[in-house]
T-cell receptor, first 116, second 114 residues
Framework: DAGVIQSPRHEVTEMGQEVTLRCKPI?????LFWYRQTMMRGLELLIY????????DSGMPEDRFSAKMPNASFSTLKIQPSEPRDSAVYFC??????????????FGPGTRLTVL | QQQVKQSPQSLIVQKGGISIINCAYE??????FPWYQQFPGKGPALLIA?????SEKKEGRFTISFNKSAKQFSLHIMDSQPGDSATYFC?????????????FGIGTKLQVIP
């Protein structure tokens, strides 16, 4: 399996522009997570889905952030309009429910976003 | 309730020494405590995980010690090597509305110097 795939790997944009980050989870995984990583705040959970349905978006910082999962193999995280403080590394992760044991989250390589 | 506190945020250890990272939690409903390792430019990857009914789990040079009464757990890296230099996250799994949710600590950047 190719693992979790994210694109683009790097994104540089100007303040006010729309940014779309993409994620392809591992086939067969029913959970998908979006995280943001910064030096100051560490790894923050933004939103997660189960079977394509958003379960908890309480970590989404503002209405400028939105996420969708139209099918089991694709998810997007959109920032509109982007601001310099959104600069961070954004990770997508997926996992599979397994009864009784810890179901490992597999992380993608991340998208490094820089908003100028 | 969902917070996991991790310390220190950075750690420098000599090669061959023991690296120790500590975490604490409040929510007694957490049922798994994983540790993730992240190398520069990569996503975090699961290193080792423990259940709260186990006091210690060892995998190679990596050991988790768990103190349920104190609500604390720690990662010990024995015979630390330069290749262990990475950021380490402790985490805890809980449930929200019947769905699994993992809360991560802020991370510890470990540097092992030769």
């Amino acid at each position: 399996d190719a693992g979790v795939i994210q694109s683009p790997r790097h994104e540089v944009t100007e303040m006010g522009q729309e940014v779309t980050l993409r994620c392809k989870p591992i086939s067969g995984h029913d959970y998908l997570f979006w995280y943001r990583q910064t030096m100051m705040r560490g790894l923050e959970l933004l939103i997660y889905f189960n079977n394509n349905v958003p379960i908890d978006d309480s970590g989404m910082p503002e209405d400028r952030f939105s996420a969708k999962m139209p099918n089991a193999s694709f998810s997007t995280l959109k920032i509109q309009p982007s601001e310099p403080r959104d600069s961070a590394v954004y990770f997508c992760a997926s996992s599979r429910t397994s009864g009784g044991t810890y179901n490992e989250q597999f992380f993608g390589p991340g998208t490094r976003l820089t908003v100028l | 309730q969902q917070q996991v506190k991790q310390s220190p945020q950075s750690l420098i250890v000599q090669k061959g020494g023991i690296s120790i990272i500590n975490c604490a939690y409040e929510n007694t409903a957490f049922d798994y405590f994983p540790w993730y390792q992240q190398f520069p430019g990569k996503g975090p990857a699961l290193l080792i995980a423990i259940r709260p009914d186990v006091s210690e789990k060892k995998e190679g040079r990596f050991t988790i010690s768990f103190n349920k009464s104190a609500k604390q757990f720690s990662l010990h890296i024995m015979d630390s090597q330069p290749g262990d230099s990475a950021t380490y996250f402790c985490a805890a799994r809980g449930y929200s509305g019947g769905y699994q949710k993992v809360t991560f600590g802020i991370g510890t950047k470990l540097q092992v110097i030769p």
